[in-house]
Structure formats: structure tokens, C-alpha cells
């Protein structure tokens, strides 16, 4: 079952030029994130309960689809621990985050240049991988 959705003005990147080991820049662009966040939701509650995430990147418009590997190992990280400071979650650890999947919404097409975030919170169990998983 969805708990919550919300769409986020922040473009998914892939990060096809790799990431090093300083984390200087990704420091801040999580703290703008933050204020991107903050300023649209204000300070949350975090969910009670483990959820699971579908973060779906809707394109703009001439935007391609990206292979869905690539979904999840730009920005994603950074948004995800936005998410965490601005209260959504406790933690992104496995302790309340059981599963994260991306996906591409292509159908929408926005007519920005830029491209939104999706965020499909769920209860925990609600995508069943896992069931799949073990009973193959």
C-alpha cells in the first residue's frame, strides 16, 4: 500500500562522469536538497513503521530514458539523506528503509527542461521482491 507520494523539483542525474572520493560536493548538494525539500514540506514526522521506496525520475521533455541501472547511482543518495534530515525518515538504513527500486515515468512529459523526483513511499512487503526471491 502507497502511504505517501510527493514530487520533488530536482532533476535525477546519473552521474555518468563517476564520483570521487571527496565529499565535499555532494555535502552540498544534499544540504540544497534540504532547503529544496524544506521549503516545499517543511520539517515531517518520520513513518512509524520499515517502508519501501520507488523513486521514479518523470522526464521533461527531450529527455531520454536512461538504462534502469542508472536510476538509483546519481543523485539519489544525496536526496535520500535530504529526505532523512528533513524528516521523513528516521534512517535510510535497513532498519526502516527494506527496499529501493527506481523506475522512469516517460508518459508525463514535462514541458520544463527540467526534470522532477517522484517518491513513492510503501509499507514494508508491499513490492514482494523478496518473496520472489526466495520462493525461485
Excluded at 521533461?60 to 525518515?89: H, M, P, T
Aim: with cysteine.
Amino acid at each position: 500500500m502507497i502511504l505517501r507520494t510527493i514530487e520533488l523539483p530536482i532533476e535525477l542525474t546519473n552521474n555518468n562522469t563517476g564520483r570521487t572520493h571527496h565529499f565535499g560536493r555532494s555535502a552540498s548538494q544534499r544540504k540544497k536538497y534540504e532547503r529544496i525539500i524544506r521549503a516545499k514540506f517543511g520539517q515531517q514526522v518520520p513513518f512509524t513503521s520499515k517502508v519501501e521506496i520507488v523513486v521514479q525520475r518523470v522526464l521533461a521533455a527531450r529527455q531520454r530514458l536512461w538504462d534502469y541501472s542508472s536510476i538509483l547511482r546519481g543523485n539519489w543518495k544525496e536526496i535520500e539523506d535530504a529526505l532523512v534530515a528533513c524528516g521523513f525518515l528516521h534512517d535510510d538504513g535497513p532498519e526502516y528503509v527494506g527496499m529501493c527500486i527506481g523506475d522512469q515515468d516517460a508518459e508525463t512529459r514535462l514541458t520544463s527542461e527540467g526534470g522532477l523526483v517522484r517518491v513513492y513511499f510503501l509499507d514494508a512487503g508491499t513490492l514482494n521482491a523478496r518473496v520472489v526471491l526466495c520462493d525461485g
